[in-house]
């Protein structure tokens, strides 16, 4: 009886804590704020570390964060998310749903479920508006210098941090805006509900905590900065494991998640990153290891693959890549991977049937899209490339180097608004602000620019301004 009432509290806990993300209470920030400042401080990331933007990766981890918020209920913002190329162990939420992750986090993770438990730790960070309710607005000179201060914290040590510290009056501040133990544990019992709602076991929460507990002991001598501004793993392991002896009869039925889109989401990523020789030992490890099962040994291999892809051994990636495609024929995206493989390796015509059968098969993938524009761009089908760079631009507004095609495509035209319209979006989206500038008013001042582009241009030198805002 004493554990039955103990899990009916446990029970109602998570259903009054997720109840109560809907609520506001006394925030020194309005919502409005907020969202200035979670704007600012996106463009201060833009253009202090490249973002992982590619089609595939940006849209796996959005579905994710999508799944999160079906369960979470009606929020404040709408999110963003957003890879850090960093080798940091990091994640941080900002102000008005803006979630960044790093590589080196992510190459920590082994499931699926652990990335969505931090997703979902996050995302109950912003739906309680911690750091909101923490800020003091009467110490806030404004909203740009707050977003330098954020800025430093989320990103850490070094030139970069110092850089974006020089001259800010909320320097001090930054200090400040780590998550309290209440905070933490308000997140944690947050992610926890939402992740049973999902159908998700919270074992993947558990291990995540587990994998920061480690992480603190070994490194005591200069902890990443996620355990700086996320404190208490010791806690916070405790209380989720807790938890989960309430709930354990509960959780008998829940079955392991997938984590083949999670594997090679994270191989990618990985493979992407610097130190690929280490990446093909630890590869080629994994796919001897006894304890691992087939489908966590085949996603090794197609680790491999992307790391000879990366090392332009084009012909073994293929080899590689062939066989994990025998293994799993349904999985489209594979198929998508050797397009994409070909067209690197100069096999432009078979990169474009491979991609154009991948497209016609599912409109959606932008990953297939953006590729296609560029097989097509390579061939000289410029009109063709520039259709699919808008398609793909309509999907992901935000993805930079979209723009940049978009503007090589026009140049070849010899279309000098579009271009510059183009020119001023890819510095936009890339953090370089001053270079965007210069573009949108060269439009602005063009003879033969239309009122419709003019207005475009108009749009963003607005959002510019406004970000500039001191």
Not at 79 to 98: E, K, T
Not at 292 to 299: S, T
Request: a negative charge; one cysteine or more.
């Amino acid at each position: 009886m004493r554990k039955l009432f103990y899990k009916y509290i446990a029970a109602l806990l998570v259903a009054i804590m997720i109840q109560a993300a809907c609520l506001q209470s006394a925030f020194a920030l309005s919502v409005g704020e907020e969202r200035k400042i979670g704007e600012q401080l996106l463009y201060q990331v833009r253009a202090a570390f490249p973002l992982v933007d590619d089609p595939d990766l940006v849209i796996y981890l959005r579905s994710l964060g999508k799944e999160v918020l079906e369960v979470a209920g009606l929020q404040y913002f709408d999110y963003h998310f957003y890879i850090v190329q960093s080798g940091d162990f990091n994640a941080f939420a900002a102000p008005s749903g803006l979630i960044f992750f790093y590589t080196g986090l992510i190459g920590a993770m082994e499931s699926e479920d652990e990335l969505v438990s931090v997703l979902a730790h996050e995302i109950g960070h912003v739906a309680r508006r911690h750091l909101a309710g923490r800020m003091e607005k009467g110490k806030l000179v404004s909203a740009a210098s707050l977003a330098v201060a954020l800025a430093a914290l989320a990103l850490g040590g070094g030139a970069a941090t110092q850089a974006l510290l020089t001259g800010s009056l909320a320097a001090g501040q930054s200090a400040t805006l780590h998550y309290s133990r209440k905070h933490e544990e308000e997140a944690d019992l947050m992610a926890y509900g939402w992740m049973k709602e999902m159908g998700r076991h919270p074992e993947g929460q558990e291990k995540m905590l587990e994998t920061m507990r480690r992480v603190s002991r070994y490194r005591s001598d200069k902890l990443p900065q996620y355990l700086l501004t996320h404190p208490n793993p010791e806690f916070r392991l405790n209380y989720v494991q807790s938890l989960m002896v309430v709930d354990q009869e509960d959780l008998v039925d829940f079955e392991s998640t997938d984590d083949l889109e999670f594997l090679r989401f994270k191989y990618r990523i990985m493979s992407s990153s610097d130190g690929a020789e280490r990446l093909r030992e630890y590869l080629v490890s994994q796919m001897t290891d006894s304890r691992l099962d087939a489908k966590e040994k085949l996603m090794a291999k197609y680790g491999l693959s992307q790391v000879e892809r990366r090392l332009n051994n084009y012909a073994r990636s293929e080899i590689l890549l062939d066989q994990v495609i025998a293994a799993i024929p349904d999985w489209s995206i594979l198929k998508t991977d050797r397009g994409v493989l070909l067209f690197e390796a100069g096999r432009v015509e078979e990169a474009r049937v491979i991609l154009a059968k991948a497209f016609s098969e599912n409109p959606k993938d932008m990953y297939a899209a953006y590729n296609l524009a560029r097989v097509n761009m390579a061939l000289g089908n410029l009109n063709e490339a520039e259709n699919l760079f808008r398609v793909v631009s309509y999907d992901l507004p935000q993805y930079a180097k979209v723009y940049f095609e978009l503007g090589k495509i026009a140049t070849a035209k010899k279309e000098e608004v579009p271009a510059a319209i183009a020119l001023g979006k890819y510095n936009l989206y890339e953090g370089k602000l001053k270079l965007a500038e210069f573009s949108l008013k060269q439009v602005m001042q063009h003879g033969q620019a239309t009122e419709q582009e003019k207005n475009e241009a108009g749009r963003l030198l607005e959002t510019i301004k406004n970000l500039q805002e001191k």
